[in-house]
């Protein structure tokens, strides 16, 4: 895991349109390595920390969806790997992107 500190400082510089897309993208990463099945489970781990930080980090965009996201996302990263569930989080990962993306006003 990267130096939180640092992550959030850069990620705060960024405008509020390119956290959200930078939000999406992490997002669908992390649904394309779950569907795929990332050799590397601690990378999928450490990729759901990441993006439960970047939702907490943008609380200040008062996004409503937001919070139960975030829920969700520490919740698969607390009991992941759960191989029945693998569909199921790369599905859920990629609805959250496409509405953050929506949100986020680029598209």
Known sequence: MRDIGRMHDRYLRDSPSVRLGNLASSLLRLSRWVRKGHANERAIIDLMREIAWF????????????????????????????EQARSLLAFRSL????????LSGLF
């Not at 969806?65 to 790997?81: A, F």
């Not at 609805?95 to 929506?102: F, K, P, T, V």
């Open 55 to 82: 939702m907490e980090w943008s609380g200040d965009l008062a996004l409503r969806e937001l919070p139960e996201m975030q829920r969700e996302i520490c919740h698969w990263r607390r009991i992941w790997p759960v």
């Open 95 to 102: 609805q959250m992107s496409g509405r953050i993306l929506e």
